[in-house]
């Protein structure tokens, strides 16, 4: 396993992934819900050991509780936020961390303690509609903008720049002529939960992940 907790790699003797959700000030908390049914307490590969907020005002907060999902908060603006989330890293021994519309790069050390065992989904077809300042509405806007007849999701490794890390996992679905921002995001966001699952499974499954 990468992260600072352990050594053992995906796959071996069955080890429990702990799993880190960190979520942004507006996440709705889909793709956590959506990861913490996957993988519930009890589950054999996997569960989830921590959501982080970056603030207490964070939506997402409130689904997480509901799901018994253990929370902190933790502003990435404010200054020791990668000592924070490397103690807490530590503390629950995380082996793998879920961005889910967290929306900032995150501080390299954090990066380091954790490589390719950083995930984030985009919701379109990386590299396409990637980016600073691509996300939610942008993103199907711009797709929409393009005329392109197919989008989808990313599920990729995240590194230092917004959207770029490599592609693990896509799931594609059509632009409908009459589409809208909306009706393209809610075909697309069932399209997220199965891909993000899918991608930890995919880890989960190979040994070299
Ligand atoms: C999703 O659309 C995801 O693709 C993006 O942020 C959004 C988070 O939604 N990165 P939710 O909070 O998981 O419902």
Known sequence: MGGPAGRQRYGEARRLVRIAILIGPKSAGSNMRAIAEAFPPGSP????????APSAAAPGLDVARRLQLPVAVADPSSAGYAETLLRMARDDRWDLVCLAGFLRLLPPEVLEAFPRRVLNIHPALL??????????????????AAGER????????????????????????????????ETLASRIRPLEHQAYVESIRKLLADPRG
């Open 150 to 181: 197919e989008s989808g999701v990313s599920v990729h490794f995240v590194d230092r720049e917004y959207d770029e890390g490599e592609v693990l996992h896509q799931l594609r679905c059509p632009v409908l002529p009459d589409d809208t921002p």
């Open 127 to 144: 590299p396409r509609y990637g980016g600073r300042g691509m996300y939610g509405r942008h993103v199907h806007e711009a797709v929409l």
């Open 45 to 52: 590969d996997a569960e989830v050991v921590r959501v982080v």
